[in-house]
């Protein structure tokens, strides 16, 4: 038992996880794999924006409120003193003081004492204490605001005593009046109109005395009122009637009241403390509340730079979260992108192997076998491929061998050929010549027909002669011989035409060749072999009617890489069912009329296709032949 | 006076051999024709080798006519041995070729033969040749003046 087996269940199932088998599993792998950046993108800013979130949090629940609640104890302590200053002139204005201490002061304070830190707790007890002291001086203030002692004199003046004063003052003189129309008790009217003067001067005693308190206005005060005293007594006394008399005692009740007020405000003028709350507010509330805020400031100042602190260091995490997420994503888009190029890359690499592999196959480049590199669809696809490679190579071989083989067939048959037609053409020479000096020794001697007999075994003879010669070339065409060359078609056109005009004496004939004819790249033998033949077609086969037969030789451009050339004439034309059987070995369309062996356009066609090059034949009966043959164009590098 | 022309003839064939020795005759050419019957005869008769030291009985020829295919040394081994030899290149040699198409013709020339002419052998296309290479007093026994 091998170490890899107990390993190996593990190893492989990781790494069929994570180099999953498939082209699908691949791409699963890999955008999820590009996923995962993002993903761990997000979690980065995640963690970034939760630190931000918990320095704002803080400075939400904690340090802007423990400011907010300094500041709001200070502005309520303000406020309470500010309603307290008010509430001399009036209830109304308590309401709101104490309302300033229920719902502003307190709870901010105890909120404050909650929230703050433990080196701020002394500090704190001891605003709570001096609040405390304050708040009980501002309820003494309040308190001695309300009590009586503590009206100002000239508010009781004015408010109280004056009224009464003008109402009394009123009543005396309309009651003057009254009394002196009906012309009775001039006494009583006597006693009031000193009683007027009397009052008048008290109360204008007294003006003078709220007003500065010197002492001799105070004595104006108190003889005016113990003048009008004494007045009144002497009214009680008086007869009256009923109405006089209601109007005397309201009179008398009137003055009571005026005096108790006369007397007491006088009192309260003088008294050191004559404005209690006033003297307990400067002296006891103002330097209270100038400690208070003073303690509520410095806690308000610290709580404020706690705050701008965290704002500050909030506002830098933020622009730090900020930054750290744009730096995140221009990372991650950059990472992403590389991860993924290399995944796409790593399955249309071998994709493009494959594709490569198969182009130079299709070329005809069947290399080596292409390594597997993956498990996947494309690995079988490349395993499927290196069998076909294979078999390729296999059939190539096969091919190649049978090609070889043909190839030594062929050329044992060309050997064979050429030593038949050898060894015959040797007895054939001395059929021919022995019948030629026959002919000679006992030529005079024989009859008309006799020499007809030697006519025809020389005949005859030749025409095997020639036979021979022909199945020699045409066996020695597979074979190239030589080596290619550049040919100047002009030349050797020229050349076939002289040829023919000597083969064709006599007959007329008018030759024409192509001017500017191009060169081409083959055996110069055998082109001149397969313009020597055409010609000598053309010229064998030219009806003896016709009056004045042209041969023509061209030329024009063939298909890619050829030129094509034309052989013309004007004869009797070939029946287009006979176009291609013409090409065919010993087929003879003439018979014994015209010469030949029937090979010379079998034996043209197998120069050409030897070449590549091919052979068709243009023509229809009565208007002529024109056949068309390609030859290699030189390429370029072609040398001579 | 007229100087025999001497013709080594080397064919193999006895019918080729008659027939050119009968053309020849028949147009008057000198009859002082050897034959023999392969390379290694042919060149055992230039080279006076064994009974062919008889100059009298075998004398040296003026002009060969070699043809090709024949047994032991063929018409290309003569042909080579002949023209390689200073002593023995000077004298004149006519191929005999089954046809003028052969390629033979061209490795002949190569080889260093004079002239070829085609089997049956065409007296007109003889003499044509002969008189090619300058060679008319083989047909008129002239000798010229350098022929030796």
Redesign the interface.
């Known amino acids: 038992m091998s170490n890899s087996d107990s390993g190996g269940e593990g190893t492989t199932f990781i790494s069929r996880l994570l180099k999953p088998a498939s082209l699908q599993g691949k791409l699963l792998v890999s955008h999820l794999s590009v996923a995962s950046l993002g993903f761990l993108a997000l979690a980065l800013s995640f963690l970034a924006t939760e630190a931000l979130n918990k320095t704002v949090m803080h400075l939400v629940s904690e340090s802007s409120p423990k400011a907010i609640m300094a500041t709001t104890a200070m502005s309520g302590v303000q406020r309470s003193m500010a309603w307290l200053r008010l509430s001399f002139g009036g209830e109304m204005f308590q309401a709101s003081r104490r309302k300033a201490w229920l719902e502003e002061i307190w709870p901010s304070i105890a909120e404050l004492g909650v929230l703050a830190g433990s080196d701020d707790q002394p500090r704190i007890r001891e605003l709570v204490a001096m609040l405390k002291e304050l708040e009980i001086a501002q309820w003494w203030v309040e308190d001695a605001v309300e009590s009586l002692g503590n009206v100002p004199a000239h508010v009781t003046l004015m408010e109280e005593i004056q009224p009464i004063h003008e109402s009394m003052i009123s009543i005396i003189d309309s009651t003057l009046l009254d009394l002196k129309t009906r012309r009775i008790n001039a006494p009583v009217g006597e006693i009031l109109s000193e009683l007027k003067s009397d009052m008048q001067v008290s109360f204008f005693g007294m003006h003078d005395f709220v007003n500065s308190a010197e002492e001799w206005t105070e004595r104006d005060v108190l003889k005016g009122l113990s003048n009008a005293r004494a007045a009144i007594s002497s009214l009680s006394n008086s007869k009256t009637d009923s109405e006089l008399g209601e109007t005397l005692e309201w009179i008398k009740r009137e003055f009571s009241a005026y005096d108790q007020l006369m007397m007491k405000t006088l009192s309260e003028r003088k008294a050191n403390d004559w404005n209690v709350a006033r003297w307990t507010m400067e002296s006891e509330v103002i330097p209270i509340k100038s400690r208070v805020t003073q303690g509520l400031r410095l806690l308000s100042a610290k709580y404020l730079a706690e705050m701008k602190k965290e704002a500050e260091s909030a506002a830098f995490l933020s622009q730090f979260a900020t930054a750290l997420i744009f730096a995140l994503i221009v990372v991650m888009v950059a990472l992403a992108t590389v991860m993924s190029q290399r995944n796409a890359a790593k399955i249309t690499r071998p994709v493009a192997a494959l594709s490569r592999a198969a182009e130079d196959m299709a070329a005809g480049r069947v290399a080596t076998d292409i390594p597997v590199a993956s498990e996947d669809e494309i690995g079988a696809l490349t395993d499927v491929f290196n069998k076909m490679r294979a078999s390729l190579t296999e059939k190539e071989a096969a091919l190649k061998k049978r090609a070889d083989d043909l190839e030594k067939a062929n050329k044992e048959m060309e050997s064979f050929i050429y030593s038949v037609s050898?060894d015959l053409?040797?007895p054939m020479?001395?059929i021919?010549?022995?019948a030629?000096?026959l002919e000679?020794e006992m030529g005079e001697n024989l009859s008309k027909d006799s020499n007809a007999y030697f006519k025809y075994i020389f005949d005859a003879s030749s025409n095997m002669s020639d036979l021979?010669?022909d199945l020699?070339?045409i066996s020695?065409v597979g074979r190239m011989?030589v080596n290619p060359d550049i040919v100047d078609m002009n030349e050797l056109t020229k050349r076939a035409l002289a040829e023919a005009e000597a083969f064709s004496k006599g007959r007329g004939f008018t030759f024409i060749a192509q001017s500017d004819m191009p060169h081409v790249f083959a055996n110069r033998k055998r082109v001149y072999q397969v313009l020597s033949n055409l010609t000598g077609n053309a010229i064998k086969f030219m009806p003896k009617d016709v009056a004045e037969p042209v041969l023509e030789i061209g030329c024009r451009p063939g298909p890619e890489g050829w030129w094509e050339f034309f052989v013309r004439d004007n004869g009797a034309g070939i029946d287009p069912k006979y176009h291609e059987k013409i090409f065919t070995l010993f087929t003879r369309l003439h018979g014994k009329s015209v010469e030949g062996t029937g090979m010379g356009l079998a034996f043209v066609r197998k120069i050409l296709e030897n070449i590549g090059g091919t052979i068709r034949v243009e023509s229809a009966p009565g208007v002529g032949a024109a056949f068309h043959f390609t030859l290699p164009k030189v390429q370029e590098g072609e040398k001579p | 006076m007229e100087k025999a022309v001497r013709i080594l003839l080397v064919e193999d064939d006895p019918s080729h051999r008659l027939l050119i020795r009968k053309n020849l005759e028949n147009h008057g050419v000198s009859n002082q024709i050897s034959e023999v019957e392969d390379g290694q005869e042919a060149l055992d008769y230039i080279y006076g080798v064994d009974m062919y030291a008889d100059r009298k009985k075998y004398p040296m020829p003026d002009i060969v006519i070699l043809d090709i295919k024949m047994p032991r040394v063929d018409g290309f081994g003569v042909l080579e041995k002949l023209k390689s030899d200073p002593k023995m290149k000077s004298i004149p040699v006519i191929m005999l070729t089954t046809s003028s198409r052969d390629e033979e013709v061209a490795k002949g020339y190569k080889y260093g033969a004079n002239a070829y002419v085609t089997k049956p052998l065409d007296f007109a296309d003889f003499a044509k040749k002969l008189h090619d290479l300058k060679m008319f007093w083989v047909l008129t026994a002239e000798i010229p003046h350098d022929a030796d």
């Open positions: 050898h053409k040797v020479i001395t021919q010549g022995m030629k000096l000679r021979l010669d020699l070339e020695r011989d």
